[in-house]
């Protein structure tokens, strides 16, 4: 680190970051199997300091286990190239791997859960998502779990709601599925 006013004392870590960050392609991939974002940058203590530490996160979701790890040998070859020549130390960490899961229309879970649905709302749709919840855990440790829209709108933003009538549906689906089952 160092004073912004002696910057030659001082090697900059934000600059090979936001190089690396800018070589990441974020957004959906794998015709909508992975999605990938960079969400996060903790960098320096002021405005007026050459940065020691630039912490980079963000995410990779697949349905698709082969295509995540794939992606991640990508993105941790891009942070590599980027220090290769920099006098800077790179710390390239993975954690907290969430298993996708995709399931058939034509599976027991999926068709019991069409039925009950069917008598609630006006169309039944499926969609593949790479949105993380408990089901992605669930479905890991082999007890079989679907996810089911709550009629959020704006989600993971200021504007987030959902109407009350929404929840009150769902919870009538969810009962009438657990009397089903």
């Known amino acids: 680190p160092a004073h912004s006013s002696r910057p030659s004392e001082g090697i900059n ?9 800018s070589r990441v392609k974020v957004g ?21 300091t050459i940065p ?6 963000g995410e990779v979701r697949s349905t698709n286990h082969k295509k995540f790890l794939l992606r991640l ?3 941790e070859k891009i942070a590599k190239d980027v220090v290769k020549g920099n006098p800077v130390n790179l710390e390239y960490k993975i954690g907290g791997y969430c298993p996708g899961y995709k399931w058939s229309e034509g599976r027991d879970l999926i068709q019991s ?19 993380v919840s408990d089901a992605n855990s ?7 779990v ?15 709601s959902i109407k009350l009538e929404d929840l009150a549906k769902l ?11």
């Open 73 to 75: 040998k990508k993105i």
């Open 13 to 21: 870590s934000l600059i090979p970051a936001t190089k690396f960050a």
């Open 146 to 160: 679907v996810t089911l829209s709550d009629g959020v709108s704006n989600p993971h933003t200021k504007e987030e």
């Open 52 to 57: 020691e530490e630039t912490l980079v996160e």
């Open 113 to 131: 859960i069409t039925k009950v649905l069917g008598k609630e709302v006006n169309k039944v749709e499926y969609s593949q998502s790479t949105g």
């Open 28 to 48: 959906k991939f794998d015709n909508g199997e992975t999605t990938i974002n960079i969400g996060k940058f903790t960098s320096g203590s002021g405005i007026n």
């Open 171 to 181: 919870s009538k689906i969810i009962s009438r599925f657990l009397e089903d089952w």
């Open 138 to 144: 669930f479905n890991g440790a082999g007890l079989e």
